[in-house]
Nanobody
Framework: QVHLVESGGDLVQPGGSLRLSCAAS????????MGWYRQAPGKERELVAT???????DYGESVKGRFTISRDNAKKMVYLQMNSLKPEDTGVYRC?????????????WGQGTQVTVSS
């Protein structure tokens, strides 16, 4: 069983920065995707950023150029550096691991960390 624990959420002023961390524990397959999704009140969950075990990165349109995802496979960690934060970045940020195995894949989710951007 894989467990994901996020940290780093906080209240920050517009224009500020935050760094989120996600620690994974348990057995992870070598082919996987780790990423961040967010959900604001009354809105659907949306992709923030993903990082594949092969090194590919993907970002949601609204965060391109401001957010950077990175991962440390040895430590089973994924990070999200968020710069130039805007009020619309407010939401619960959840870490996701999609583990691929021979016959399919399985998704794991963390509990989430709250990011609030407000003056």
């Amino acid at each position: 069983q894989v467990h994901l624990v996020e940290s780093g959420g906080d209240l920050v002023q517009p224009g500020g920065s935050l760094r989120l961390s996600c620690a994974a524990s348990g057995s992870i397959f070598s082919i996987n995707v780790m990423g961040w999704y967010r959900q604001a009140p009354g809105k659907e969950r949306e992709l923030v950023a993903t990082s594949t075990s092969g090194g590919s990165l993907d970002y949601g349109e609204s965060v391109k150029g401001r957010f950077t995802i990175s991962r440390d496979n040895a430590k089973k960690m994924v990070y999200l550096q968020m710069n130039s934060l805007k009020p619309e970045d407010t939401g619960v940020y959840r870490c996701n691991l999609r583990d691929y195995y021979s016959s399919g894949y399985r998704d794991y989710w963390g509990q989430g960390t709250q990011v609030t951007v407000s003056s």
